[in-house]
């Protein structure tokens, strides 16, 4: 899974460095609005595998100290409470530093391109 977020953190360093490099030709402010449409989209599958890996550590753990027996069905569903005391909430999840610290940049940068495209400065 961190395989996983690291292929998709340099999809969308490669889709913001293609946007910033064609922003500055004659491409509508239209086309790279939605051109950042993909690192949205990376956003979303980076913090859902966050999430699926800390449900597998949740899993891990109750194996590890008994509380359930280990039936391999590798079943990582979990109580609301057990998802809230280890952060694997949704929102916990977008807060976590290799999330935000990456993609925060990115959606600024993005703006930043999008605003200036649209006040025809580039």
Do not use: H
Not at 16 to 39: C, M, Q, R
Not at 67 to 82: G, T
Not at 89 to 107: E, G, H, V
Request: some cysteine; overall charge positive.
């Amino acid at each position: 899974m961190s395989t996983s977020a690291a292929i998709y953190k340099g999809f969308a360093a490669t889709i913001v460095t293609g946007i910033a490099a064609i922003s500055f030709t004659e491409v509508s402010a239209w086309i790279l609005l939605i051109a950042f449409f993909p690192v949205g989209c990376f956003l979303v599958m980076d913090t859902y595998y966050l999430k699926l890996e800390k449900q597998y550590r949740i899993l891990y753990e109750k194996v590890r100290n008994e509380k359930i027996a280990p039936d391999f069905s590798l079943d990582s569903r979990c109580s609301k409470a057990e998802l809230y005391d280890a952060n694997a909430t949704w929102l916990k999840c977008l807060q976590s530093p290799s999330i935000w610290m990456f993609y925060a940049p990115i959606i600024i940068i993005g703006v930043i391109i999008v605003s200036l495209k649209f006040a025809g400065v580039i």
